[in-house]
């Protein structure tokens, strides 16, 4: 039972992750590392540099974020992401969603 457990604890993160990073960057505009820590400091969940990029990439690349470059008085220039119009209805329609499956849950 402990192997279904963590499995299933893995799969409802991977579903969460998405809706996590929206919050946290409708907060406020962010870049990568930014995120990584406030993910990790809000919600204790311990994610990685591999989960968050490639779930910033695909909420780019669906107009749910917007990414921009932008210099750094010291060092490396940053990728700062903010939400979209479309990121913040979507927000909006995740969080419909999850109020509708916990009362489904509390019946």
């Avoid at 809706?19 to 409708?26: N, S, V």
């Avoid at 962010?30 to 311990?46: A, K, M, P, R």
């Avoid at 750094?72 to 940053?78: A, C, I, T, Y």
Wanted: proline share 3%.
């Amino acid at each position: 039972m402990e192997d279904l457990i963590k499995n299933w604890r893995t799969q409802i993160n991977k579903g969460f992750f998405p809706f996590i990073i929206l919050k946290a960057i409708a907060k406020k505009r962010q870049y990568g590392y930014s995120l990584l820590v406030t993910i990790n400091d809000e919600t204790g969940l311990e994610v990685s540099e591999g989960t968050i990029y490639p779930i910033l990439v695909r909420l780019n690349e669906v107009g749910l974020v917007s990414a921009k470059w932008t210099e750094q008085k010291s060092g490396m220039p940053r990728k700062y992401y903010e939400v979209s119009d479309e990121g913040r209805k979507a927000i909006e329609t995740m969080e419909e969603m999850l109020t509708n499956y916990f009362k489904t849950l509390k019946k």
